[in-house]
């Protein structure tokens, strides 16, 4: 079997690929040398592409893509132009241009198309025996570190028009969740971002998403881009109480934060299955939030704490 990885544009690539080396070969392509060089060192016996074309000439079983945002829909279009499965880490589409581009693409063979925060194959989160019954209001909190964007690292993720920055690319880890656990009958009704803690970024370090089921819940994602730590928390009120779903990254972070599970899931996919994602849900996560982006004003409040960092 062999699977391609199509971009290395974040981190998400470099630890797919630790767990699919253990059931394929690999192949890779990457415009930028000193990222395509990190991966090599890693994997020494991959196949090296000159060009995403080259790439998909390998003939590979399933692909995995992750370039920047923007070019997201050209390249999945070319991928979806094989008969591979094709795995594109998150998020899909950051603005609405982005999203009306790959819905059309992803709709027609959406069971071939898996598009997801890891988290949601986190053992914590599919443990969970959640009950839904009498459910008042739902949040998610995501605790995510955005300071090296503000070091000027990957700044198309950091730009609004670009990568959505903070409030899209963490917040995503949050509105998957909810999604995950109530459904894709949802609509923003308000977000906010500002700056806290890290001065020179481009979009925000703290955000906020408000949401509305149709079953008349609603929901938050409080985003924490400046945090010592990482981790993502559910928590479902019900007058006689709240339940928490905690998702850390333990002794074996790759199984613990949902990185391994997900690959599990895309080699089903290789192997013959839709995938477990419906394409609804994503394109409702995504909806909420581009509307999010676009219905907050980066850096509101550029008012650092304690000065910055």
Sequence with gaps: ????????????????????????????????????????????????????????A??????????????????????LATDAPCFVNKPAAATRAQLDAVDRLVTPVADRVMSTSVLRFAPRFTSAKADLAEVLAVRATVRHDVGLWATGYNPWQDTPGEG?????????????LLVALLGPDVRLVGAAGSIRAYEGLRSEDTG??????ANGIPGTVEVLGASEGESYEVVLHRRDGSESILIEGGATPARDLGYEGVIEAFLAMIAGAPSPVPWSQTRAILDVLVSAREASTPALDQTPVGGGR
Excluded: I
């Design 164 to 176: 959505g920055g903070t409030l899209v690319t963490m917040g995503l880890h949050g509105v998957e």
């Design 58 to 79: 390998t003939r590979p079983d399933g692909v995995v893509l992750t370039v920047p945002g923007p070019q997201v829909p050209e390249a999945l279009a070319a991928v």
């Design 208 to 213: 906020v998403l408000a949401m509305r089921w």
């Design 1 to 56: 079997m062999l699977v391609a990885l199509a971009g290395l544009a974040t981190s998400h690539p470099y630890a797919d690929a630790r767990s699919l080396g253990r059931h394929a070969d690999l192949a890779v392509w990457e415009p930028d040398p000193e990222r395509l060089r990190v991966f090599t060192d890693e994997h020494p016996r991959a196949t090296v592409a000159g060009s995403l074309t080259g790439l998909l």
